[in-house]
């Protein structure tokens, strides 16, 4: 969360906060959408994914002021923890948050998307993160700590899918 976030959403230690994944049947306004959350994946199938302080993760944030879509944001995001840049990206799933209230305006969203690695850039450009690793879905699930694993497995397993049908790589 910076001052150029467009909308201010840190979640306080035991807040209860709901997320619904709602798959691709809705497709919010922009202004309903606090944040964009990247799986980034090689063509042999291996994610690359960000070392951060609270330990491995996909890349992704908040979108900032003076950003006009997800996709501008997923690539500075991908660009800035990971050091990559993408082909061209596509949409994994919405998914609903509750933050801010449950009254339907004050819904907000996030965004899941994938994509194709291009171009993976030397460790030193890489500003918002400790690292990169490019691993297996397997031994991503397995350190990752950040959240609920289910629900990041069923991400990354949905993204996987989409970019390489239901036979996957890996």
């Known amino acids: 969360?910076?001052?150029?976030?467009?909308r201010k959403t840190i979640i306080q230690a035991g807040q209860k906060v709901n997320f619904v994944d709602l798959g691709t049947s809705f497709i919010p306004a922009f202004e309903k959408i606090t944040s964009v959350l990247v799986v980034p994946f090689t063509r042999d199938g291996?994610?690359?994914?960000?070392?951060?302080?609270?330990?491995i993760d996909l890349p992704g944030g908040h979108i900032k002021v003076g950003e006009f879509s997800c996709e501008e944001t997923a690539r500075r995001e991908v660009l800035e923890e990971v050091g990559?840049?993408?082909?061209?990206?596509?949409?994994?799933?919405v998914i609903q948050s509750d933050y801010y209230g449950d009254e339907p305006e004050q819904l907000t969203y996030l965004i899941v998307m994938t994509g194709f690695v291009e171009d993976i850039l030397?460790?030193?450009?890489?500003?918002e993160s400790l690292g990169r690793s490019i691993i297996?879905?397997?031994?991503?699930?397995?350190?990752?700590?950040a959240g609920d694993k289910n629900n990041m497995r069923r991400i990354v397993l949905d993204a996987k899918i989409l970019l390489f049908g239901k036979l996957g790589k890996n």
């Not at 030397?122 to 500003?127: A, F, Q, R, T």
């Not at 297996?136 to 700590?145: A, H, L, R, T």
């Open 1 to 6: 969360m910076s001052e150029s976030d467009r």
């Open 84 to 93: 990559v840049t993408l082909g061209e990206l596509q949409l994994v799933k």
């Open 136 to 145: 297996n879905v397997d031994e991503f699930i397995s350190q990752y700590q």
């Open 46 to 55: 291996l994610i690359v994914s960000a070392h951060l302080t609270r330990g």
């Open 122 to 127: 030397p460790d030193d450009n890489l500003n």
